[in-house]
């Protein structure tokens, strides 16, 4: 099974600030990984898909990189709706895997 | 608007089975696979199967082939998923999910998860 690490487990930040969420595959998975926001009693909400394309819906500050191994969640100018828990999924191969999600709070 | 609606929580002893449910609404049940996924409390999320309800087809996580049975009722939009011989490692929530459409294996849609904590 392909293995996703996410990095870091948390942070904390404030509002504005810029945000960096790392995962990393243990094999290439090309561009087929997805980004997922979790909240509390909320289901988990699409944000970006093959690695860099943003779901419909999703506001433009949530951008996406990466191919290969390693990707990257950015969120530009952290917004109060934006505390959640951010986790990755690969769909390049079965079984689809996750990583162990990156939870952002308040500073 | 798209709707999941999972079956209330369930208690279950170890070595018993469970069949899950889930109604969808909003949308045409057969023009989208839906797919199940699990997690126990403090683990990562744990994908554990698909159904394509239009044809019935299905795909398993090898781990839990054999042990778990993914079926639908199309005449009433509902998923259903079995999972036998329980352990407590099976205590988790439970999702279903649909997926941004057929063979998809982005999920656009979740229901609300069911609870099952397996303790004798």
């Known amino acids: 099974d392909i293995q996703m690490t996410q990095s870091p487990s948390s942070l904390s930040a404030s509002v504005g600030d810029r945000v960096t969420i790392t995962c990393r595959a243990s094999q290439s998975i090309g561009e087929w990984l997805a980004w997922y926001q979790d909240k509390p009693g909320k289901a988990p909400r699409l944000l970006i898909y093959k690695a860099s394309n943003l779901q419909g819906g999703v506001p433009s500050r949530f951008t996406g990189s990466g191919s290969g191994t390693e990707f990257t969640l950015t969120i530009s100018g952290l917004q109060p709706d934006d505390f959640a828990t951010y986790f990755c999924q690969q769909y390049e191969t079965y079984p689809l895997t996750f990583g162990g999600g990156t939870k952002v709070d308040i500073k | 608007q798209v709707q999941l609606v999972q079956s209330g929580a369930e208690v279950k002893k170890p070595g018993t089975s469970v069949k899950l449910s889930c109604k969808a609404s909003?949308?045409?049940?057969?023009?989208?696979?839906m797919h199940w996924v699990r997690q126990a409390p403090g683990r990562r999320f744990e994908w554990m199967g698909w159904i394509n309800p239009g044809d019935g087809k299905t795909r398993y996580s090898q781990k839990f082939q054999g042990r778990v049975t993914i079926s639908t009722d199309t005449s009433a939009s509902t998923a259903y998923m079995e999972v036998t011989s329980l352990t407590s490692e099976d205590t988790a929530t439970y999702y279903c999910?649909?997926?941004?459409?057929?063979?998809?294996?982005?999920?656009?849609?979740w229901g609300q998860g069911t609870l099952l904590p397996v303790s004798s």
């Open positions: 909003g949308f045409t049940f057969t023009g989208f696979t």
């Open positions: 999910a649909r997926a941004l459409g057929l063979y998809s294996s982005l999920f656009d849609y």
